[in-house]
Each structure stands twice: as structure tokens, then as C-alpha cells.
């Protein structure tokens, strides 16, 4: 059993170094003094734009687990203050992978703002902008 955990880790991390995947893991104390996994998460794509997505999706899950009532691990408090902010899409619609990544191609875009929006997307948080 342990031999075919080892086999399949070492299989996952070939994959994602030869598919350019980005992951990133949140942990958390609980009130019994436990340290658990709050989150794993991993984006496959464009690296520099990938980071910027992990960083959206573990500061929204450090976030929801500090309302819970959980203590973070110290190394990843900055997640509580990191700006998350990006532009609103386009009036009348939701962001989605391809207005995105055409807003991305089109330079309207960083690669951090695309990245946040990449998380924002998976994370199922895009809602229509109703433009006044």
C-alpha cells in the first residue's frame, strides 16, 4: 500500500511538472488544538498567471476558515490581507474562462488580475455585472 502511495505521488508531481501545474495547500489549528488541511488546490495553465490563482482561491479559503474560528499557520496570515481585487467584467455578463482570456490576450488584463479571476470563476463566485 505504501509503495503504491509513493508510486502515485511520484506520477502526480512528473505530471505537474511537465504540464506546468501551480498548487498550493491552506492549513489551520482548530479549536482542539488539531492542524488540518483546509484546502488544496491546484490550476494548470499559464505559471505566472496560475500563482495569481492560487493565491485568490487560499486567501478565500483562509478567509472562510478564520469566520469558522480557526488559527492559520503564521507563514500564511498574509492571505487574510492580500488584495484581491480585479475589474468588473464587461456590463451585462459574468466573468467566464473566455471573456477572461480574451480580456488577458487583449492586454486589458495582468496577469494577476486574469489569475484572480481564473480562481473567482472555479470557485463558482462570478455573478452578471448589472451596469447602472
Not at 101 to 110: C, P, V
Request: hydrophobic share 40%; glycine share 6%; net charge negative.
Amino acid at each position: 500500500m505504501a509503495s503504491t502511495f509513493k508510486h502515485f505521488a511520484y506520477t502526480a508531481a512528473i505530471v505537474c511538472l511537465l504540464t506546468g501545474c501551480t498548487t498550493g495547500q491552506l492549513y489551520y489549528t482548530n479549536a482542539a488544538g488539531e492542524r488540518k488541511l483546509a484546502c488544496n488546490v491546484e490550476f494548470v495553465g499559464l505559471p505566472k498567471v496560475d500563482i495569481h490563482a492560487v493565491d485568490y482561491a487560499l486567501s478565500f479559503c483562509a478567509k472562510t476558515a478564520v469566520k469558522q474560528g480557526h488559527i492559520l499557520d503564521a507563514e500564511q496570515q498574509y492571505l487574510l490581507t492580500l488584495d484581491t481585487q480585479f475589474p468588473a467584467p464587461p456590463c451585462g455578463v459574468a466573468w467566464d474562462h473566455e471573456i477572461a482570456k480574451s480580456a488577458y490576450d487583449n492586454r486589458f488584463l495582468t496577469a494577476r488580475e486574469y489569475g484572480y479571476i481564473v480562481a473567482h470563476v472555479d470557485l463558482g463566485l462570478a455573478a452578471v455585472n448589472h451596469c447602472q
